[in-house]
Protein backbone atom coordinates (compact mmCIF):
# COMPACT_ATOMS: atom_id res chain seq x y z
CA UNK A 1 0.00 0.00 0.00
CA UNK A 2 1.02 3.61 -0.71
CA UNK A 3 1.67 5.92 1.28
CA UNK A 4 0.63 10.07 0.71
CA UNK A 5 2.66 12.98 2.17
CA UNK A 6 0.53 16.15 1.28
CA UNK A 7 3.15 18.74 1.33
CA UNK A 8 2.18 22.48 1.51
CA UNK A 9 4.18 25.71 1.14
CA UNK A 10 4.20 26.88 5.19
CA UNK A 11 2.94 30.05 6.56
CA UNK A 12 3.89 31.91 9.74
CA UNK A 13 -0.16 32.63 9.51
CA UNK A 14 -2.24 30.36 12.57
CA UNK A 15 -5.23 30.63 10.23
CA UNK A 16 -3.11 29.45 7.24
CA UNK A 17 -2.22 26.00 9.06
CA UNK A 18 -5.45 25.84 10.64
CA UNK A 19 -6.72 26.00 6.86
CA UNK A 20 -4.21 23.28 5.79
CA UNK A 21 -4.91 20.81 8.67
CA UNK A 22 -8.63 20.78 7.87
CA UNK A 23 -8.04 20.30 4.13
CA UNK A 24 -5.91 17.16 5.01
CA UNK A 25 -8.33 15.77 7.56
CA UNK A 26 -10.96 15.64 5.22
CA UNK A 27 -8.51 14.44 2.55
CA UNK A 28 -7.55 11.43 4.81
CA UNK A 29 -11.60 10.62 4.95
CA UNK A 30 -11.25 10.16 1.31
CA UNK A 31 -8.37 7.64 0.71
CA UNK A 32 -7.72 4.14 2.54
CA UNK A 33 -3.84 4.82 2.03
CA UNK A 34 -1.52 6.09 5.21
CA UNK A 35 -1.62 9.92 4.82
CA UNK A 36 0.66 12.53 6.23
CA UNK A 37 0.98 16.33 5.68
CA UNK A 38 4.39 18.80 6.26
CA UNK A 39 5.54 21.91 5.00
CA UNK A 40 8.37 22.88 2.25
CA UNK A 41 9.50 25.72 4.31
CA UNK A 42 8.41 28.21 7.50
CA UNK A 43 6.74 25.76 9.85
CA UNK A 44 7.06 22.08 10.79
CA UNK A 45 7.20 19.14 10.01
CA UNK A 46 9.14 19.97 7.01
CA UNK A 47 9.49 17.07 4.33
CA UNK A 48 12.50 14.85 4.84
CA UNK A 49 11.93 14.70 8.95
CA UNK A 50 8.43 13.57 7.85
CA UNK A 51 9.84 11.10 5.39
CA UNK A 52 12.21 10.33 7.97
CA UNK A 53 8.95 9.16 10.45
CA UNK A 54 7.48 7.48 7.44
CA UNK A 55 9.97 4.92 6.10
CA UNK A 56 10.69 4.44 10.02
CA UNK A 57 6.92 3.48 10.52
CA UNK A 58 7.25 0.92 7.07
CA UNK A 59 6.49 3.25 4.10
CA UNK A 60 8.48 2.03 0.95
CA UNK A 61 6.20 3.75 -1.57
CA UNK A 62 5.45 7.27 -1.04
CA UNK A 63 3.47 9.72 -3.42
CA UNK A 64 4.30 13.49 -2.77
CA UNK A 65 1.16 15.59 -3.06
CA UNK A 66 2.00 19.35 -3.59
CA UNK A 67 -0.80 21.48 -1.80
CA UNK A 68 0.39 24.28 -4.44
CA UNK A 69 -2.14 25.89 -7.30
CA UNK A 70 0.60 26.03 -9.92
CA UNK A 71 3.60 24.29 -11.10
CA UNK A 72 6.24 27.49 -9.95
CA UNK A 73 9.72 26.79 -8.69
CA UNK A 74 8.70 24.76 -5.91
CA UNK A 75 7.62 22.44 -7.47
CA UNK A 76 9.72 21.99 -10.79
CA UNK A 77 13.08 22.79 -8.33
CA UNK A 78 12.74 22.68 -5.01
CA UNK A 79 10.57 19.78 -3.74
CA UNK A 80 12.40 17.50 -6.24
CA UNK A 81 15.88 18.47 -4.72
CA UNK A 82 14.23 18.10 -1.60
CA UNK A 83 12.43 14.74 -2.32
CA UNK A 84 16.01 13.31 -4.35
CA UNK A 85 18.35 14.11 -0.86
CA UNK A 86 15.55 12.37 0.76
CA UNK A 87 15.52 9.69 -1.41
CA UNK A 88 19.48 9.35 -1.71
CA UNK A 89 19.22 7.72 2.05
CA UNK A 90 16.52 5.11 1.54
CA UNK A 91 17.67 2.82 -1.38
CA UNK A 92 14.14 0.92 -0.86
CA UNK A 93 12.09 3.96 -0.87
CA UNK A 94 10.39 4.99 -4.03
CA UNK A 95 8.80 8.67 -4.01
CA UNK A 96 6.54 9.94 -6.34
CA UNK A 97 6.09 14.00 -6.96
CA UNK A 98 2.19 14.27 -7.79
CA UNK A 99 1.38 17.45 -10.14
CA UNK A 100 0.44 20.74 -8.25
CA UNK A 101 -3.75 21.52 -8.27
CA UNK A 102 -3.20 23.53 -11.28
CA UNK A 103 -5.96 23.99 -13.74
CA UNK A 104 -9.67 22.29 -12.58
CA UNK A 105 -13.08 24.31 -13.38
CA UNK A 106 -13.90 23.66 -9.56
CA UNK A 107 -11.68 26.45 -8.99
CA UNK A 108 -13.79 28.92 -10.79
CA UNK A 109 -16.54 27.74 -8.79
CA UNK A 110 -14.61 28.48 -5.48
CA UNK A 111 -13.77 32.04 -6.94
CA UNK A 112 -17.72 32.86 -7.68
CA UNK A 113 -18.55 31.57 -4.38
CA UNK A 114 -15.97 33.06 -2.19
CA UNK A 115 -16.76 36.70 -4.56
CA UNK A 116 -19.95 36.91 -3.45
CA UNK A 117 -18.98 36.35 0.20
CA UNK A 118 -18.10 38.98 3.21
CA UNK A 119 -14.39 39.66 2.94
CA UNK A 120 -13.01 38.14 6.38
CA UNK A 121 -8.91 38.76 5.55
CA UNK A 122 -8.95 42.70 5.78
Excluded at 69 to 81: A, M, Q, R
Aim: hydrophobic fraction near 40%; proline fraction near 4%.
Amino acid sequence: MKSILVVGHGSRSKDALEVFNKVLENFKLKVEDNVEGCFMELCAPNIPDTIDIMYKNGARNIVVVPYFLFCGIHIKDDIPGILKEVKAKYVDLKISLARPIGYNKIIADILKENSEGELTCI
